[in-house]
């Protein structure tokens, strides 16, 4: 077991009111992102959320009308995800290089995961072939070169793609004229690219044009 695993496994319990100082904003907003960008979700379309964590994002597609399955590696993330969703989701064990899911998902989101695949392209490949609409994940730019990404997701058929600026903070709770600020500049195009260079991440959508099936 890495060391990052065994953090994971000790911090589980709470792990989303551990990570994120106003974990219900940052989630929501993730959540309504996951539902608008790129081909938009319907009530009743399923998100398999790939390295769920405790389900954090879980309850916020639920109240979007959306089903929601939940996978995760750490067997304690899995259980402490099963607590807070109950009955209202599938949550269970699964690695993010080889699981799928029984059947066709509408979407497909990896958030602060997409580094643990041991392959990326063939990770896109895979989850093309499970996904219906659009796959979802976040992008660091001063980690991965975006074309690079682009590129990997061309491969795997995915020839369709929508990116935003995603300015929300993670460990400091802004007060609300701050928030709304920070969502204004995410749209200005050369002054949100600047503001990437030094913190926050892109989401992706990724999907393609015409359905092979």
């Known amino acids: 077991m890495t060391a990052k695993h065994d953090q994971y496994r000790r ?4 792990w989303s009111e551990h990570e994120y100082a106003d974990g219900a904003a940052y ?3 993730r959540a309504q992102v996951v ?3 790129g081909p938009p979700l319907r009530p009743g379309d399923e998100v398999l ?5 405790d389900g ?3 309850a916020h597609l639920l109240r979007r009308g959306l089903r929601y399955r939940g996978v995760d590696a750490t067997p304690e993330m899995v259980v402490a995800a099963q607590r807070a969703l109950g009955q209202s989701a599938v949550v269970e064990e699964g690695d993010l290089d080889a699981y ?6 509408a979407a497909t989101t990896v958030f602060r995961a997409i580094y643990y695949a041991r392959d990326r392209r063939a990770f896109f490949e895979r989850v093309a072939g499970f996904t219906t609409t659009k796959l979802v994940f976040d992008l660091n730019p001063r980690q991965y070169r975006m074309n690079d990404v682009l590129a990997d997701l061309r491969s795997a058929g995915f020839d369709r793609v929508a990116v935003r600026p995603f300015f929300v903070p993670q460990r400091v709770a802004l007060p609300r004229v701050a928030s709304a600020l920070l969502r204004g500049i995410e749209r200005t195009g050369p002054l949100a690219r600047l503001v990437l260079r030094a913190r926050f991440t892109y989401l992706v959508a990724a999907w393609r044009s ?3 099936t």
């Open 11 to 14: 911090k589980a319990e709470g």
């Open 27 to 29: 989630l929501d907003r």
């Open 35 to 37: 539902v608008e960008l």
């Open 49 to 53: 959320d790939l390295a769920c964590g």
């Open 56 to 58: 954090g994002l879980g």
């Open 100 to 105: 799928a899911p029984p059947g066709p998902v």
């Open 210 to 212: 015409v359905d092979p």
